[in-house]
C-alpha cells in the first residue's frame, strides 16, 4: 500500500464533493471489513471497568467542593441515556453520595482506580485506531504507556469539570437571573444551552482520542474534526433511538428479569462505542482521501490506496534491527 509523506488536499473542505461521497461509502464499507463491532465489545469491557470509579470521582469531587447533592447529576443523566441506564446510574450516584461523603480518601482511591481501569480502555482504543488506518505501532512503549495515563487523566478531569457545572450552574444561572432582573429566565436558558455545551466537551473529548490514539503524523491537535462531529451526531441520534426502542418496544425485562437494567447499560455503551469508532473510521477514510495527489476521489482496491505516515517508527526500526 503506498505511504504518503504530503496531502494533495490541505483541508478536508478542499476535497471535491465525489471525494466526500467516496468518504462516507468506504466508512460503511470499512466497518464491516475492520470489524468495528468487535473493537466496541472489547472498548465496552474495559468502559464497565473504568465507569464506576469515574462516578466515585465525581461524587466526592462535588462533596468536596460543597455541593448540596448529586440531583443535578440525576435530572440530567435522564436526557442522556435510556431509562433502565438511567435508573441504574441514578441508584449508583445516590449509594455513592451517601457512602462517601465529602471524604478526600474516597476521591483519591476513585481516581487511582480510575486511571489505572482507564487506562486499559486507551490501550485497545490504540490498537483499534491502528487497525482502522491500517498502519502499525512504532512508537516507543514508554510513549504508548504514557498516552494510555495521560490521556484518561485528561478525560477524568473533563468529566469532572462537566459534572461540577452540572450541579453548580444552575444556582449561578439563577443568581445571574436575579442580579439582571430575568428572574428565573436565564435558569431557563441555561437549561437549553447546557446540552450544545456538554456536546462541544464530548467532541473535544473524541478529537482527543482521535488525535492521540493512532500512531500517525497528524500535523497539529485539531479541535474539532470531521469525524468527531459525525461521532457526536451519531451517538445522540442513536441513544435518542435506542432509549425509544427500550421504553416502547423493547421486552428486556421479560427476558432478563432483574438484569435487565445491567443488559440495556451494556447495550448502551456498546452502540456508544461504536458511534465514537465510526467517527475514528471516517477520519481515516478523509485522511485517506486527502492523501492522494489532487484530493481526488479513489474507490479502488485497499493495496492502492495512500496509507497515513506513521508518527513513530522506532519500536518498528528496533524489530527490524
Known sequence: MARHTQTGARKPTELPPESWRVVLRRTVKEFWADHLTDWAAALTYYAVLSVFPALLVIVSVVGLLGGPSVKPLIVNASGLAPGPVRDTLTGVLGQLQHGVGRGGLALAIGAAVALWSSSGYVATFMRAANA???????????????????????????????????????????????????????????????????????????????????????????????????????????????????????????????????IVFLVWLWISNIAVLLGLEFNAELERARARPDGGPDDGPDDRLPKAEPQDTERLSAEDG
Request: zero cysteines; hydrophobic letters at 60%.
Open 132 to 262: 482502522l488506518y491500517d498502519i502499525d505501532e512504532g512508537r516507543p512503549v514508554w510513549k504508548t504507556l504514557a498516552d494510555r495515563f495521560v490521556i484518561p487523566l485528561v478525560l477524568l478531569v473533563v468529566t469532572a469539570l462537566i459534572a461540577i457545572g452540572v450541579v453548580f450552574t444552575g444556582a449561578l444561572a439563577r443568581r445571574t437571573g436575579q442580579v439582571l432582573g430575568a428572574g428565573d429566565a436565564a435558569l431557563g436558558v441555561w437549561g437549553i444551552v447546557k446540552w450544545p455545551v456538554m456536546l462541544v466537551l464530548f467532541g473535544l473529548v473524541l478529537a482527543l482520542l482521535y488525535w492521540a490514539a493512532p500512531n500517525v503524523k497528524h500535523g497539529g491537535f485539531r479541535w474539532v474534526s470531521p469525524g468527531s462531529a459525525l461521532a457526536v451526531v451519531i451517538w445522540a441520534a442513536a441513544s435518542a433511538l435506542f432509549s425509544l426502542y427500550v421504553s416502547n418496544f423493547g421486552n428486556y425485562n421479560r427476558l432478563y428479569g432483574s438484569l435487565a437494567a445491567i
